[in-house]
Every structure is written in C-alpha cells, then in structure tokens.
C-alpha cells in the first residue's frame, strides 16, 4: 500500500480535489476513477471524500493506492544480484546486467528482470505491478525505470531521458554529431534493421568521450525510439559497436554489443523534482576501457 500526502497551501485552497489531482499533479482520470472506487482511495483530513470535494488551506489529502493491482503470481521468483541504482516508494532504476531480458518469452520464463522484480517485491511484502518504462535488448546492459504504482508509471510516461554509451570502433568524425537517417527492417519477418529511404525517421545524437585512435567511448541521445537505433546507425556511417555481430563483426574481446544505458533522468511523480540516475559500466565495458585506455 502506498501512501501520497498532499498539504493544502493558501494557493490551493477553493480547488475542488479532481482539477486539484489532474492539474497540480498529473493524476489521469482514469486513475482517480481507480481512486474512486474504494474508501481509502481519496481522504480528506482523515474521512473519505469526494472528487468534488473542495479544499481549504490546511488541510491533509492522502491518496491510498492499494497492493493487490499486481502481476506478479505470473513469474517465477529469481533472487539475482541485479543493482538497484536508485528506489524509493514510488518509482526504482535497476542497472540490468548482459543476457537478462526484461520481458519473459519463449525460453525465457524464469531469468528476466520481471522475475528479479518478483522477488525483490517479496522481499519488500508488497504485491505490486510490473511496469518497467523502457526496454533494453537483452544483451544492452544499463538502466530500467520502473513504476511502481499506477500513477507513477502515468505520471512519467514517456517523460524521461536516457544516455547510452559504447565502445565503437574507430573514432568518429566529426567527434560530435548528429544522424539523421530513416530505418527499418531488412526483410519483413527478420529482426536485423537497415538505413534505408522508406523506412521510419531515426535521429541519434552522439559525442565521443574518450579514444585511442583504434576505439572510442562514445555517449548516444536519441531525438527516436526505433529499435537497433544506435548499433544501425554507427554501423552505417562506419564505426559499428565493438562485439556487435548483427551490425559489425565477432570479438575476441567481449561477447555481445558494448553498448550500456548509462543515464536516466525524470521528473518524480510526487514530489516533482528532477532526478538523474547514474548506472555504472558492467565488469566487461570497463575491462576494455582499461585495456584500451579509454577514459570514462
């Protein structure tokens, strides 16, 4: 159960509690209509209100959202190690590890970040609500944000930004720059992607960190969200990411994309702040960092 306190400040007072909810705080209608539904969904100073119920200065809202809107009896329970880089009541950023996915599928029904969640869930007594915000590939590492009530999931949305970083190789030119290239799929019912005229606007955003000549660590920003983005787009302009064996080639020096979610930063659902979570490289990025002399 997770509860939300709302002073009631001078400026506020005369609002009804609805406009208050959706105005104020980004509440969707759909979910005051979940609040409305039983009592201790919406108190005001203590007594069960209504959405038409007008504030004064002073006074105590507190929202209850209930456990039992969850998933979890889905997944099985894997107790893995996974970083949490950030948590609080409301939302938390997991820093995934390689070779997890985040979603169960075919072959994967007991070793997802859904199943880590499940048992941390456990571990916390709550029955909560799966709802990771973004999706990494399941060999990207890096940060996943979560939701972990149904407004908080709402009320960021879409609304938050993400840096990825990857060894490429060679050094990019100009260091600093911008793609702007159309993609899609290469043949209908494959997953590999191509730069082509026809395809769905991508925009990547990139700068290079740090390089030896050979490699580079390179920071991405994407303007889209078209799957494969970044490893289409280096890969196109000739720099593909190092391990990447779709849009690149094998290595003997790591064994998948070096490509890592290494920033996310949002708006908090509740107290509006700006919050920017760091998630450091996994063990095999900075390995070839240190063996390349790249400089995080």
């Known amino acids: 159960m997770r509860e939300i306190h709302y002073p009631i400040t001078a400026e506020e007072a005369g609002l009804a509690i609805e406009p208050f909810l959706k105005k104020k705080h980004g509440y969707s209608t759909r979910t005051i209509k979940k609040l409305k539904h039983y009592p201790e969904g919406i108190r005001l100073n203590g007594v069960h209100a209504r959405t038409i119920d ?16 969850s998933n979890l009896d889905n997944y099985i329970r894997y107790d893995s190690d996974v ?9 938390m950023v997991y820093n995934k590890p390689p070779f997890m996915p985040c979603h169960q599928s075919i072959g994967h029904s007991a070793d997802t970040l859904a199943n880590v969640f499940a048992a941390h869930c456990d571990k916390l007594g709550q029955m909560l609500m ?82 030896n000549g050979a490699y580079s660590l390179v920071d991405f920003t994407l303007e889209t969200g078209r799957t494969h983005q970044i490893r289409v787009h280096m890969s196109h302009i000739g720099y593909p990411l190092i391990g990447d064996v779709m849009y690149g080639q094998p290595s003997e020096k790591i064994n998948r994309q070096a490509l890592h979610c290494a920033k996310v930063g949002f708006e908090h659902p509740v107290t509006h702040e ?23």
């Open 83 to 91: 970083e949490i880089c950030y948590e609080d009541d409301d939302v």
């Open 274 to 296: 700006a919050v920017e979570v760091h998630c450091p490289l996994p063990d095999d990025m900075k390995k070839l960092c240190v063996e390349f002399g790249l400089k995080e």
């Open 54 to 69: 007008l504030l004064s200065e002073g006074d105590d809202l507190c929202i209850t959202f209930l456990d039992g809107d």
């Open 130 to 211: 799966y709802r990771p915000l973004n999706r990494l590939d399941r060999d990207t590492t890096g940060a996943v944000l979560i939701g972990k009530t149904r407004f908080s999931a709402a009320a960021i949305g879409g609304g938050f930004h993400k840096v990825y970083r990857a060894i490429v190789c060679g050094v990019p030119e100009p260091r600093e720059g911008r793609i702007d290239l159309p993609i899609r799929r290469e043949k209908e019912e494959e997953m590999r992607r191509i730069v082509a005229e026809d395809g769905q606007r991508a925009v990547t955003n990139y700068k290079v960190i740090s390089d």
